[in-house]
């Protein structure tokens, strides 16, 4: 396969990452793009044609952590990263709000499994931990996000009583 048919296929998921990670359209562009890019200079050394999707989200996730640390500010959560006025109209924006407060080791495994689609193995591989720990993330990930959502909307039932 040619890298443009890889770049076809995967280019909105990987920006669907990007968007999650940085919430700005404009930086998700250039992390793409950027990502692409090396992967382009990179692909004649890609051995492994199965485990392109994986290879270029690590590329996309290597290029956001590049950005962050250029502006010499690596958030611990993602609610320290600006979002979008936009988001304001989004109707899931509880949702949004609970994941965007959870820490980014959290919040980061969780995405490439929801948005990437991978596994506990591939999501270890990715961001260098091992597949127990990768599982353990993922697990108290989804514990703190029912947390944050369950007592909002049990408040919610109990004021439709009334």
Do not use: H
């Amino acid at each position: 396969m040619r890298f443009e048919d890889l770049a076809r296929r995967y280019a909105a998921d990987l920006y669907r990452f990007a968007f999650w990670l940085v919430r700005d359209r404009g930086q998700a562009e250039d992390i793409v793009q950027e990502a692409l890019l090396r992967g382009w200079r990179a692909y004649p050394r890609l051995r492994a044609q199965a485990a392109a999707k994986s290879w270029l989200f690590s590329i996309v996730r290597n290029e956001y952590l590049r950005a962050v640390e250029a502006s010499s500010r690596q958030p611990e959560y993602l609610a320290e990263i600006e979002v979008p006025d936009e988001r304001a109209a989004d109707p899931n924006l509880e949702m949004r709000e609970a994941l965007l407060s959870l820490p980014a080791s959290y919040a980061e495994p969780l995405a490439l499994q929801v948005l990437g689609g991978f596994s506990c193995a591939e999501i270890a591989a990715m961001i260098g931990s091992t597949e127990g720990a990768t599982m353990t993330r993922l697990t108290r990930a989804r514990q703190a996000l029912k947390r944050l959502i369950a007592p909002q909307s049990a408040k919610e039932r109990k004021g439709g009583r009334s």
